[in-house]
């Protein structure tokens, strides 16, 4: 197995860095949990409205559903430490 450069991946992470992380890790996961909830709720009140119903609306569920998938995202590279690994004060000379 490959090791990497000390320099640029610090392995392990220190543990109070992962602790903050997984406090934003809970944080956004319970955004994005409850950003369901709301896009539910923003869908079932639209469904007795349907002929009312235009491309807008269509359009910011899915903005918001969008949203909602990159906050998941994020906070999985945050779970898993990836925000922090490259130390941009690695020279190579």
Not at 42 to 50: A, F, I, V
Not at 59 to 83: C, H, N, P, T
């Amino acid at each position: 197995m490959t090791k990497p450069i000390e320099d640029l991946l610090p392995l392990p992470i220190d543990p109070k860095a992962d602790s903050i992380m997984n406090l934003y890790y809970n944080a956004l996961h319970e955004l994005v949990c409850f950003g369901t909830h709301i896009l539910a709720w923003h869908l079932e009140e639209g469904k007795g409205r349907l002929e009312e119903r235009n491309e807008i609306d269509l359009a910011e569920a899915l903005l918001f559903r969008y949203i909602l998938e990159l906050i998941d995202a994020i906070s999985v590279q945050i779970k898993m430490g990836l925000l922090f690994l490259v130390k941009y004060s690695y020279v190579p000379f």
